[in-house]
């Protein structure tokens, strides 16, 4: 069994930063790619940033130069480093995990969310 928390999510004037993270526990053998994905009041989730094993990361246009996505790969933990907030990044950010298990599953494992505000 898998899990994955998140932290670090809260209301932040535009402009400012936040830094959230997301740590998955259990019976994990190995990461192959994590990221983060939001998604907006009446809108699809999106992609956000990832980031593939090798180091490999990707980034929405929209976030490019503002947010980077960065790993402990020894607690199995991904962050996203927020930047120069804007209103529109207003979301529920999840993050997300492809990740072989010690059973030999391969799959793909989501975290419960949390909420970003950005006030104007």
């Known amino acids: 069994q898998v899990q994955l928390v998140e932290s670090g999510g809260g209301l932040v004037q535009a402009g400012g930063s936040l830094r959230l993270s997301c740590a998955a526990s259990?019976?994990?053998?190995?990461?192959?790619?994590m990221g983060w994905y939001r998604q907006a009041p009446g809108k699809q989730r999106e992609l956000v940033a990832g980031?593939?094993?090798?180091?490999?990361?990707t980034y929405a246009d929209s976030v490019k130069g503002r947010f980077t996505i960065s790993t402990d790969n020894a607690k199995n933990t991904v962050y996203l480093q927020m930047n120069s907030l804007k209103p529109e990044d207003t979301a529920v950010y999840y993050c997300?995990?492809?990740?072989?298990?010690?059973?030999?599953?391969?799959?793909?494992?989501w975290g419960q969310g949390t909420h970003v505000t950005v006030s104007s």
């Open positions: 997300n995990m492809v990740l072989l298990t010690t059973q030999s599953l391969l799959g793909k494992y």
């Open positions: 259990g019976s994990i053998f190995s990461i192959a790619a």
């Open positions: 980031i593939a094993s090798g180091g490999t990361t």
